[in-house]
């Protein structure tokens, strides 16, 4: 069993579609700058590194390298990972071990993307089989949809109910400033915007960011020494499956199944949807807003589009979920997840400004990314 | 050993993706380039704390974590550390044709090293320690071909 952990500090940019003033190193030290100073540290605190991106998106393969001013990684241990869109959690769990493993007391998280850099499509294209899928079925969107597609076949959901969570996460990333994309946003327009891949339409869909997120992690003791009110970290589960597309389940997510069901037994919940305060979830498209609710075990499998219409998860609803905006507000890949982790981590500890939840005492937060890849973590206000 | 050759047609896919990547340069550098593509002149950042001059220059000092809001400017001659003479020639990326010459220089007024050509010299009389001067191009758009090489000080 390793140490416990606290989160005891989180940074971000301010996001954008294209971040023209700033390069990738400049953005990373503009988020680390900010963890330090969200935990009140300098950079003697910190005792090593964990740093990630998706390579091919700015052809840059040596982040850790390149980076290390940015990062304030000079004669520091710094340890690289990158699983695609998981990258943000990946990276997260990683700051999370090297903490509980007691190597290291206080370990600083970094995730980045510079998106604006190349063609997103074309590099996301890659991760799939060349040999095999990549002609006929690769990118984000089209995997999405034809996921989406095969659930409102089996249980009767609409695009109205995607379009509802569109609208939702949408209107949430008002409340946050470091959002990329902030608009009011009605569930007409999100069914009136253009279709990209049926069933999914401009506005469920997310945007490609450049930004970067940090997150400071330190073990029990150390943890108690320097942060009022830490956010603990009460579980950290990862889940691969398949090599490939067609080998997926597509009326549900294994992964995220599988992960939240191991999650929710390490942290003892049983009644996820009662024992949450709120959920930042890696929802890259506004229909898996709908299809994965059922494998967070919120509701048996078809039982999502009910609570939806119910607004079970809007802001002022049962378990608010996504109140920064979530991912189709913004999408700095290799930040993405990472910055889940960080908005929960602020709503744990009050600083989520107008995004906050009151009374935060237990948050969800996932990543999602490759062949259907989760990461999961689950903070709490107290020790786990 | 049996060969494969005889169980295997062998099928190679051939790549058709070819994304074109475009870089910020960011606050930091764009000032260095700017200041060399308007004025000439070679620029570093200097530590509030330590005092160490980066050129070219950093987003955050290497040992102090300190933004570099100090910026100097170098004379633009320097002292050659280390260099080689290239003899390959890399047909893609490489904007010049061997042979030639390349180093690392320590401008005057500097801590770091610069990277970049040495010319206006023979290959063979390049030597460590020899007194260079940065030579800038006449015409200059912004990068680090602003500075065509460093030459020797006669």
Redesign the interface.
């Known amino acids: 069993m390793g140490k416990r952990v606290g989160i005891i500090g989180v940074g971000q940019t301010h996001h954008a579609a294209?971040?023209?003033?700033?390069?990738?190193?400049?953005l990373i030290?503009e988020a680390v700058t900010r963890a330090l100073d969200d935990a009140q540290l300098?950079?003697a605190d910190i005792d090593a590194i964990v740093v990630g991106n998706m390579d091919?998106f700015?052809?840059i393969n040596y982040v850790d390298g390149w980076a290390?001013?940015?990062l304030?990684a000079?004669m520091k241990p710094v340890f690289k990972v990158t699983t695609g869109g998981t990258t943000g959690t990946t990276v997260g769990a990683c700051g999370y071990y090297h903490a509980a493993s007691g190597l290291f007391d206080v370990v600083l998280a970094v995730g980045w993307e510079?998106n604006?850099?190349?063609?997103t499509q074309?590099?996301i294209?890659?991760c799939a089989n060349?040999?095999l899928e990549r002609d006929p079925f690769a990118g984000a969107i089209g995997p999405l949809a034809t996921e989406y597609s095969m659930y409102m076949k089996a249980f009767g959901a609409t695009e109205e109910d995607s379009a509802r969570v569109a609208a939702r996460d949408r209107n949430n990333a008002l409340n946050n400033p470091y959002a990329h994309s902030r608009q009011a946003v009605t569930v007409e327009d999100v069914l009136n915007s253009p279709m990209l891949s049926y069933p999914v339409k401009f506005l469920d869909m997310c945007p490609r960011s450049d930004g970067a997120c940090a997150v400071i992690f330190a073990n029990e003791e150390k943890a108690k020494k320097l942060c009022p009110k830490p956010a603990w970290v009460h579980c950290s589960v990862v889940r691969h499956d398949y090599t490939h597309f067609g080998d997926l389940e597509w009326k549900f997510m294994p992964t995220l199944e599988r992960a939240s069901a191991e999650a929710y037994r390490l942290a003892g919940i049983t009644n996820p949807l009662k024992e949450f305060d709120v959920a930042e979830l890696y929802l890259p498209c506004s229909t898996c807003g709908v299809k994965w609710m059922d494998s967070l075990w919120f509701c048996e499998h078809g039982g999502a589009p009910k609570l939806i219409r119910k607004g079970t998860f809007d802001m002022d609803g049962q378990l608010p979920i996504n109140p920064s905006g979530g991912v189709i507000s913004c999408n700095p890949i290799g930040a993405t997840a990472l910055i889940r982790v960080g908005e929960a981590a602020w709503q744990i500890m009050g600083k989520a400004g107008d995004r906050q939840v009151p009374n935060v005492k237990k948050a969800l937060c996932t990543g999602f990314g490759g062949c259907s890849w989760t990461g999961l973590m689950i903070l709490g206000a107290d020790l786990p | 050993m049996p060969s494969w050759k005889d169980d295997v047609e062998v099928l190679v896919?051939e790549?058709k993706?070819s994304?074109?990547?475009?870089?910020?340069?960011?606050?930091?550098?764009s000032r260095f380039y700017c200041e060399l593509r308007d004025n000439g002149k070679i620029w570093g950042n200097r530590c509030p704390s330590c005092g160490k001059v980066f050129v070219p220059p950093?987003?955050?000092?290497?040992?102090?974590?300190e933004d570099l809001r100090d910026w100097v400017m170098l004379p633009g001659t320097g002292t050659v550390e280390t260099y080689t003479v290239v003899r390959y020639q890399e047909p893609v990326l490489h904007p010049r044709k061997a042979p030639f010459v390349y180093g690392v220089i320590k401008l005057d007024g500097a801590d770091t090293g610069m990277v970049h050509f040495i010319g206006g010299v023979d290959p063979e009389e390049v030597k460590v320690g020899m007194r260079v001067e940065a030579v800038i191009e006449g015409e200059r758009e912004g990068n680090i071909l602003d500075i065509k090489h460093f030459r020797p000080i006669k």
């Open positions: 294209k971040r023209l003033d700033a390069s990738g190193v400049e030290a300098t950079m091919h700015e052809n290390v001013d940015g304030g000079c510079k604006s850099e190349s063609d074309a590099a294209a890659t060349p040999t | 896919d790549g993706i994304v074109p990547y475009s870089w910020t340069v960011g606050s930091t550098l950093k987003i955050k000092c290497i040992d102090c974590y």
